[in-house]
Nanobody
Framework: EVQLVESGGGSVQPGGSLGLSCAAS????????MNWVRQAPGKGLEWVST???????DYAYSVKGRFTISRDNAKNTVYLQMNSLKPEDTAVYYC????????????WGQGTQVTVSS
């Protein structure tokens, strides 16, 4: 059974930092591209970042230079380090993967809340 479990969310002041983790199981983690997606209150889903099996990364323009995605294949875990946080980063952050090859996310974690507020 595929499982994605996020952790590390919380509340922080603008300019602060938070680190998110996503522990994965039930699939060959090291071979799969991992993604972070977020949903702000009252808004749709927004892709945040991707790391592929070779360690190549990509970021949404809104977070580039502030967020860093990484993975530890020995721990089956993907991370998202978020620095210089802004109120507009407030959202539920999800770890998501596409195992079907249909260019859509077919497995999601339960999400973790990140709130940036003074």
């Amino acid at each position: 059974e595929v499982q994605l479990v996020e952790s590390g969310g919380g509340s922080v002041q603008p300019g602060g930092s938070l680190g998110l983790s996503c522990a994965a199981s039930g699939f060959a983690f090291s071979t799969v591209t991992m993604n972070w997606v977020r949903q702000a209150p009252g808004k749709g889903l927004e892709w945040v970042s991707t790391i592929n099996s070779d360690g190549g990364t990509d970021y949404a323009y809104s977070v580039k230079g502030r967020f860093t995605i990484s993975r530890d294949n020995a721990k089956n875990t993907v991370y998202l380090q978020m620095n210089s946080l802004k109120p507009e980063d407030t959202a539920v952050y999800y770890c998501a993967i596409d195992l079907s090859g249909k260019s859509s996310y077919d497995y999601w974690g339960q999400g973790t809340q990140v709130t940036v507020s003074s």
